[in-house]
Structure formats: structure tokens, C-alpha cells
């Protein structure tokens, strides 16, 4: 609990600070952050201001936002994994307050995690209504059957696709236009399983039922039809073998991410 309070707190000092050195943002800053007592309700907040429309608003979008994430005892640490997940390895983020606030694959992961919540509960009509929605705003199409573990980064997160039985390990990077998909030829389980601390490349495709083993690397741009070792490198289309790196996460190596290309 002191660890959630922690962040809520850094987020909340990052905003105030900002609010004094540029007060044109002041207000929208006290509305969005200043104003609520806890990370869960700001989020709230901030999605269904993203997602509400003409035909759900957005004050009816809040409470379904707020009801999940107090029902689901996993969201709530997966949103604070996901920000230090986004802290730690994306150099564009200046703090918390910056992915909660603007960063269009916190929001879409999150709105997923909302979504999962109620394609589980047996409302599937309001997950993929949320689904929909979360496609038309942020450009991130994610299944709400698809399973996402926490301390996931979608860098950018345009064009990301995430089919219905993808499961998404913990502490999974993956960059834009990556398409976690099927083959077409196939129903029932049909999506890839991506292990612990992978890192797929911007323009990826991994399609199929097939696993891509803990702390694999997946290059940009590849098309991936077969399983992948753990610890490995692939890239190329279709996907080949390059290199078996020392048994690290590569998703945690920020540095690595501009050179992985196929």
C-alpha cells in the first residue's frame, strides 16, 4: 500500500510543479489530478474524458471505469507496474504524471484492463463496445478476451493489434504496429503467448499459436510463424534465429530498442 501511495504522491507533486511553471495548464491539471484523492479515481477520470461519446457518456463511463477497478483486485497494481514500467524504460517519460496524462498506450492498456474486466464478468457487449471505442481514439485494437500481464510499455502504440486468446507475459515491451494475430486458417485458440520480458520491434508479426519464449527479442518489422526460444533474437521475414543473448529481460534495455531491427 505504501508503494501505491508513493506513486500517487510523486504524481501529484509532478503535477503541482507544473502547474506553478506553466499556469495556463493549472486548471486542467487541478481538474484531472489536483482535484481527485487517489490514482484510481484520476484514471478514471482521464479515460472516460478519452472515451465517452454521444452514445455513452462520459460521467456513465466513469462509473463503469471506477466499478471495474474496484471489483478486479489486479488492475490497481497493474496500472502502478505499467507506470514504472513506462518511467523506467521509455526516455520520452519525465515522471508519472507524463504517461498518466498523455500517453495514448498507457490509456489504451488500461482501457483494455477495463474491458478484460467485463468480458470476464460475462459482458461481453460492453467490452467490445469499450473495445471499439478504445480502437477510434488511441489506434490500439485489442481484444478484450486477450490476456495482458503487468509492467507492459506500448511505445507509441499505433496500429498495436492484439487478437482474442494473445496472452502477454509480465514486463513485455512492445513498440508500434506490432500484431500479436492469427493465421486466418484457424479458430479457438489461435494467438501467440509472449513470455517474460520480451521486446517486439515496431512493425512485428507474430501470428499464429505459438510461444515466444521469456526474454526473447523480436526484430522490427519481422513476421514471426514459429515458436522462439527464450533468450533469443530473431528477425526477418519470415523470422529466423540470430543470436542467443546472456539470460536477460532485453524489454528492460532502453538503450537497445533503436538498434533492433530486421
Known sequence: MAERDDIWKRIRAEASADAKREPALASFLHTVILSHERLEDALS?????????????SLTLRDLVAGAIAADPTIAPAVRED?????????????????????KGFHALQAHRVAHFYWKTHRQALALWLQ??????FGVDIHPGARIGQGILLDHATGVVI????VVG????????????????VGGDRHPKIGRGVMIGAGAKILGNITIGEGARVGAGSVVLEAVPAFTTVAGVPARPLSVPPETLPSFAVEERSSLTA
Not at 487478437?163 to 494473445?166: L, M, R, S
Not at 509480465?170 to 486458417?185: C, E, I, N, W
Open 45 to 57: 477520470f482521464i479515460l472516460s474524458g478519452k472515451l465517452g461519446s454521444d452514445t455513452i457518456s
Open 163 to 166: 487478437g482474442e486468446t494473445a
Open 83 to 103: 507506470l514504472r514500467a513506462v518511467l523506467s524504460r521509455d526516455p520520452a517519460s519525465r515522471g508519472y504524471s507524463t504517461p498518466l496524462l498523455y500517453f
Open 170 to 185: 509480465d514486463d513485455v515491451s512492445l513498440l508500434h504496429a506490432v500484431t500479436l494475430g492469427g493465421t486466418g486458417k
Open 132 to 137: 471499439s471505442r478504445m480502437s477510434e481514439v
